[in-house]
């Protein structure tokens, strides 16, 4: 049984990420910023950054990064990764924050279903607050059909999910029933990609 969030630990699941690919929606998205001229170097924030995959290639895409994560293992390595790419890391509890730095991009891989259900709410607000018009938001979204649907955290019905995106322009949005695997073994997998873009 999955545990509840609080209790859950992410150093060994961050440890292994090292050196993976980058996740292809990340790249997508990246692709979508670009696309578009900035007076300025782009801004990109990353709910979940975890081993700092994502953060590394935005910032080696171009983006200033803010990277933040609930992880204490990974705080010396963001915080190197500030060193030697620019990033900004924060180590918080994504349930705690009232504001984001305004951004061109706000990424979220495989985390926002970890946030407490009471906290979710307030922290897609403030997410969709910080972007900028024409800002870009990739996330990773359960649903209520997931293995691990009922223990703590968001999982979401479809027209939750579609009311979370009202008011943004949707680019895409994939949703996946599959069996497969976890980090802690087999598991029924129920998600939703989203990339979407808020109108200039
Ligand atoms: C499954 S990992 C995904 C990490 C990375 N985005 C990736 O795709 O590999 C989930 C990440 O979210 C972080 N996380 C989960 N709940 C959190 C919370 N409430 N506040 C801050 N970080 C949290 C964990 O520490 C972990 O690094």
């Known amino acids: 049984m999955q ?4 209790e859950r630990d992410f150093s060994a699941y961050n440890q ?3 050196g993976r690919p980058v996740r292809p929606v990340a790249r997508r998205a990246v692709d979508i910023v670009l696309a578009r001229e ?3 170097p782009p801004v990109a924030v990353e709910l979940g950054s975890g081993a700092g995959v ?3 290639f935005l910032a080696e895409s171009s983006f200033h990064v803010h990277a933040i994560d609930g992880d204490p293992s990974v705080e010396q390595l963001l915080e190197a990764l500030g060193e030697s790419h620019g990033i900004s890391p924060v ?3 994504l349930g705690t924050l009232e504001a ?3 951004a061109d991009l706000v990424l979220s891989c495989a985390t926002l279903p970890f946030v407490r259900q009471e906290a979710f709410t307030p922290l897609w607000e403030t997410m969709r607050e910080a972007l900028r018009p024409g800002g870009v ?3 990773d979204l359960f649903g209520e059909h997931d293995d691990w649907a009922g223990t703590e ?3 979401l019905a479809r027209a939750e999910v579609d009311a979370l995106l009202e008011g943004l322009e949707v680019l895409e949005l994939t949703e996946e029933e599959r069996d497969g695997r976890s980090f802690a073994g087999p598991k029924h997998w129920h998600t939703f990609q989203v990339i979407a873009r808020r109108p200039v």
């Open 91 to 93: 180590i918080a509890d």
């Open 38 to 40: 900035h007076a300025a």
């Open 137 to 139: 938001l990739a996330v």
């Open 100 to 102: 984001l730095p305004a």
């Open 153 to 155: 955290g968001t999982y």
């Open 3 to 6: 545990q509840r969030s609080a």
């Open 54 to 56: 994502e953060a590394r």
């Open 16 to 18: 292994a990420q090292r």
